[in-house]
């Protein structure tokens, strides 16, 4: 399956895909979720299977409230 979320078209399955970090389960396709962030000279990110994966996350950005 080609991920229509990846600029590069790159060829993505579930076994490839990178892993929610809430469920586990592969982040791939249109309800991809992302968030990244800069802390010191590192880009950290997070991958969600989905917005509601992405809402239960318990946010572990430096500035964040959670």
């Given at each position: 399956m080609v991920d229509p979320t990846s600029?590069?078209?790159e060829d993505v399955d579930e076994e490839t895909?990178?892993?929610c970090v809430t469920c586990?389960?592969?982040a791939l396709g249109v309800g991809r979720r992302t968030?990244?962030?800069v802390d010191g000279?590192?880009?950290v990110h997070r991958e969600f299977c989905s917005a509601d994966c992405r809402d239960e996350w318990e946010d572990?950005?430096?500035w964040a409230d959670g």
């Open positions: 600029d590069l078209e895909a990178p892993r586990g389960g592969p968030v990244t962030w000279d590192d880009a572990e950005r430096p």
